[in-house]
């Protein structure tokens, strides 16, 4: 069964920080590049972060440069993302996806693409 499976979701208090994971099974990261996207209540889904197969270069979204951080365990067959100084603007449901490496050299935030999702993880920021 191909999967992808986030965790790591929960309710922090702003500045506080998580790191989520995202777990693939059935199939292996090295041919994908990995995102991660988010969607508020209402609003449209927007790319977070991603991670490219091969170089493993990343990119972000302004919102989040200098506080989150993509990383791959590729023996592990895991991409992490750690947030940092948490704000309440980060709350939504977290989605990890997989895009296979030959559609597009290097990784990118749109959702087109993604050909595997994950099932989310709720994150909430709130005092």
């Known amino acids: 069964q191909l999967q992808l499976v986030e965790a790591g979701g929960g309710l922090v208090q702003p500045g506080g920080s998580l790191r989520l994971s995202c777990a693939a099974s059935?199939?292996?990261?090295?041919?994908?590049?990995v995102g991660w996207f988010r969607q508020a209540p209402g609003k449209e889904r927007e790319g977070v972060s991603c991670i490219s197969s091969g170089d493993g270069s990343t990119y972000y979204v302004d919102s989040v440069k200098g506080r989150f951080t993509i990383s791959r365990d590729n023996a592990k067959n895991t991409v992490y993302l750690q947030m940092n100084i948490l704000k309440p603007e980060d709350t939504a449901v977290y989605y990890c996806?997989?895009?296979?490496?030959?559609?597009?050299?290097?990784?990118?935030?749109?959702?087109?693409?993604?050909?595997?999702w994950g099932q989310g993880t709720q994150v909430t920021v709130s005092s």
């Open positions: 996806a997989a895009a296979p490496t030959t559609l597009f050299r290097l990784c990118r935030t749109s959702t087109s693409g993604y050909t595997r």
């Open positions: 059935g199939f292996s990261f090295n041919y994908y590049h």
